[in-house]
């Protein structure tokens, strides 16, 4: 069987594993590494989506179909994926015959032992006498583990996986910048420099925010009990046995809501999508057909047992196993928290992180959706073109054709990339910056008590509330310390503002402040909505006063000033422009702790004059009749909104001052037309 050069040399041709896919019109996921034959020099391009481009003089263009493999085995990136169809494509005879020819050749080699390891079939050719062993994959351009001999082939099976599952790292300058920058002794300097009291401390956070993290990737806000259950979960990580299913199984049911909880592998098929604006399912992502997930899940496990055992750079390690998990998606729930897990569980398993220590890795996640979006995506963009399926009318999807070898064997590199700049952006942020934090935070504390002698609380409070606000305790806080005289407070002030400054400057930047919104934000339990609105009303309700002050302040209409409670009345707290006003009216209701709450919208008389006893009232019954709004709070998540019942719609408080302001204009407006003023 002879394929002859059917291309003028002054062209470009595809050679090695791009020409056995076009010339045997294979369907498989294209190669990253795209080679061809041209008229000029040796030439290497990268591309901006991640794949290469190697070109070559004209004289390394093989002419025959064995050529083309021969040229893949000796200069491309082993690809799986293309090879096991390659050989259920070519005829059995034709390569025996083609091994025979060179049976000691270790390109021949490499690619008789490829064929046994992928088919299952032994071919028809004696072992390879005793010669140098080759190894399988070389390691200049792939991740590898250290490898087992074979003798029959003298190869050594350097692969990460076996023939159920087996991904592939190709070695890149992306990948190649990552590990140069030893993540894993930053690491451990940043730890060893931290007080061991404090680092317990930062490590406790460190655990809660990987699990909220998490969480919230998934669109979650998990209760106090899943928390807990995760955390400890993350905190057995080293010893979870990624070799029995059972352990699997409880994991899936302590993260998940208990409905969903599962006793085995699913058996449906699913995928992810979203819904369209017809109710049409637009599909992004297939899982593996329900039937191929047990042998999928097999290979992964023993995948991982190799891995481990095979000196593989960790953060790869990490990054083909956790994944890995998530492509194959073996649960109908939960697998995305459990994917995030695993990448911990390899971190701490390989002892790249500090004993003990877990970088929250899912924060960076959160922090770069769209670069975990692409990672993720650079799977499944090239698995999609390639699976047959129909969906019904009750969106039920059915794989049509045979997709396994798809999640088998794919080019893991993508997801090992990102990995390496997750983890390198969650050991500078994350670790060091609330090791610094906590620091920060107590040389602040003891500041504070060097001059009143506090409960902890009220010292750990007074402290937060002056380094939020860059030094400074704010009017609105000062009221919640009534014990402390100004002087000590203004003592205090000076205090942490000398104890945190680096040079001239104070440590309140953006990312400093983002430390303590977050540290604040992780002491809040998760509340009901009842409890939402019965804790947090009253706040909202100021928070709505004090940004409609903000908002008009300084601000004019025709020449008329916004002013907020220019002259005592009954409500004290009211906006006015010229002859309207926006009153903010809250009354207890009658045999309850509750307040009602409304805005009622009016037309005032003018201010009195100085030597009177009346003072400005509002009057009803004019030609521009009064507006009342009624206002009830309602939880969304942790927050309280405004529901307006006359708009029928929900605000925060900043957007209901506007809707406020606005409202108040149209009154002006409305009572100088009917007035002509």
């Not at 002491?523 to 909505?529: E, K, L, M, T």
């Amino acid at each position: 069987m002879t394929f002859s050069d059917s291309k003028s040399k002054s062209e470009s041709q595809a050679i090695g594993l791009c020409w056995l896919i076009e010339g045997l019109g294979l369907a498989v996921v294209p190669p990253a590494v795209r080679s061809e034959a041209i008229r000029g020099a040796r030439k290497t391009t990268n591309r901006t989506d991640g794949t290469v481009l190697e070109q070559y003089p004209v004289a390394y263009g093989p002419t025959d179909l064995f050529g083309h493999l021969r040229f893949a085995m000796r200069y491309e990136p082993i690809d799986l994926n293309v090879l096991v169809a390659f050989f259920e494509k070519v005829g059995r005879d034709d390569f025996e015959a083609w091994v025979k020819s060179e049976p000691v050749g270790k390109y021949a080699r490499r690619a008789w032992y490829l064929y046994e390891f992928l088919t299952g079939e032994t071919l028809d050719i004696p072992d390879v006498p005793p010669t140098d062993n080759v190894l399988l994959l070389d390691p200049a351009l792939h991740i590898t583990t250290t490898g087992v001999r074979i003798r029959r082939q003298r190869v050594i099976d350097n692969l990460l996986g076996n023939r159920e599952y087996c991904p592939m790292i190709r070695r890149t300058d992306r990948l190649n910048a990552g590990q140069q920058q030893q993540l894993g002794e930053e690491a451990k300097k940043i730890v060893e420099g931290a007080d061991p009291a404090l680092l317990a401390r930062a490590v406790h956070y460190l655990f809660t925010k990987e699990t909220k993290s998490s969480f919230a990737i998934e669109g979650e806000v998990p209760s106090t009990d899943r928390t807990l259950r995760f955390v400890a979960a993350l905190g057995r990580a080293n010893d979870f046995d990624t070799s029995d299913k059972q352990a699997f199984v409880e994991l899936q049911n302590s993260i998940v809501d208990a409905r969903y909880a599962q006793k085995d592998w699913r058996s449906i098929q699913n995928y992810v999508g979203q819904t369209a604006s017809n109710y049409s399912e637009i599909v992004h992502f297939i899982c593996p057909r329900p039937e191929d997930v047990p042998s999928l899940m097999d290979g992964w496990m023993r995948m991982v047992s190799r891995i481990e055992g095979g000196r593989v750079d960790p953060i790869c390690a990490a990054a083909v196993t956790g994944f890995g998990f998530v492509f194959i998606h073996p649960f109908e729930d939960g697998n995305g928290r459990i994917h995030r897990f695993l990448i911990h569980r390899s971190l701490a398993k390989l002892e790249f992180a500090p004993q003990g220590v877990l970088f929250p890795v899912s924060a960076a996640m959160l922090r770069a959706p769209k670069a975990y979006d692409a990672a993720l995506n650079a799977f499944s963009k090239s698995t999609m073109p390639l699976i047959k399926y129909e969906m019904d009318d009750q969106q039920r999807l059915t794989v049509l054709s045979s997709t396994d070898k798809l999640y088998r064997y794919y080019d893991a590199t993508p997801q090992a990339e990102y990995l390496y700049e997750a983890v390198a952006d969650t050991i500078r942020k994350d670790l060091r910056e609330e090791i610094e934090f906590l620091e920060v935070f107590d040389k602040a504390m003891a500041a504070v008590k060097m001059i009143v002698d506090m409960p902890n609380a009220r010292a750990s409070l007074l402290t937060r509330f002056i380094l939020q606000n860059h030094g400074t305790l704010s009017a609105k806080k000062r009221r919640q310390f009534p014990e402390l005289r100004d002087e000590e407070i203004t003592s205090i002030e000076q205090s942490i503002r000398a104890s945190t400054a680096h040079g001239d400057e104070v440590m309140a930047n953006n990312e400093f402040d983002q430390f303590l919104k977050e540290r604040e934000a992780k002491q809040i339990p998760i509340r009901s909505a009842e409890e939402v609105v019965a804790q947090g009303a009253a706040s909202a309700w100021q928070n709505l006063k004090d940004a409609t002050k903000a908002l008009i302040a300084g601000k004019t209409f025709k020449d008329n000033p916004f002013q907020w409670s220019p002259y005592p009345q009954y409500y004290e707290d009211f906006l006015t422009l010229k002859d309207v006003a926006a009153s903010f009216i809250d009354k207890r209701i009658r045999n309850s702790d509750s307040l009602k709450y409304s805005i009622s919208f009016d037309r005032h008389t003018p201010p009195p004059a100085p030597d009177s006893d009346v003072v400005g009232q509002f009057t009803v019954g004019e030609s521009v009749p009064s507006e009342v709004w009624s206002l009830e709070p309602r939880a969304e998540g942790q927050n309280v909104l405004w529901h307006v019942r006359e708009l029928g719609k929900n605000f925060t408080s900043s957007e209901l001052a506007s809707q406020v302001a606005i409202r108040l204009v149209k009154q002006f407006e409305a009572y100088e037309a009917a007035f002509g003023r």
